[in-house]
């Protein structure tokens, strides 16, 4: 099993930044690609961006593409989304996710969620 703890979430104004961090414990050999979803109030989970192994390939939504980040640091057993320029749109719960593959397709572990308000 492998543990996912989502962690710097909270209200902010529009234009503002936040930055999520995502701690991975347990069998962390078992994770290579990981990822970072949402999910709005009344809305599906989408995804919001992806990033292999080795840190090599990263993969956006449009909707954030040129302002948000994902970045991951092996060593720490973590993960961040820097989320910049935010827009009351980008309201929801954050959920970080691991796969098994290197660049993620399916995913088989989830956090419990942060959440990120973004006020106008």
């Known amino acids: 099993q492998v543990q996912l703890v989502e962690s710097g979430g909270g209200l902010v104004q529009a234009g503002g930044s936040l930055r999520l961090s995502c701690l991975a414990s347990?069998?962390?050999?078992?994770?290579?690609?990981m990822g970072w979803f949402r999910q709005a109030p009344g809305k599906e989970r989408e995804f919001v961006a992806a990033i292999s192994w080795d840190g090599g390939m990263t993969n956006y939504a449009d909707s954030v593409k040129g302002r948000f980040t994902i970045s991951r640091d092996n060593a720490k057993n973590t993960m961040y989304l820097q989320m910049n320029s935010l827009k009351p749109e980008d309201t929801a719960v954050y959920y970080c996710?691991?796969?098994?593959?290197?660049?993620?397709?399916?995913?088989?572990?989830w956090g419990q969620g942060t959440q990120v308000t973004v006020s106008s």
């Open positions: 996710a691991t796969s098994r593959q290197f660049v993620p397709k399916t995913y088989d572990y």
């Open positions: 347990g069998r962390t050999s078992e994770i290579y690609g």
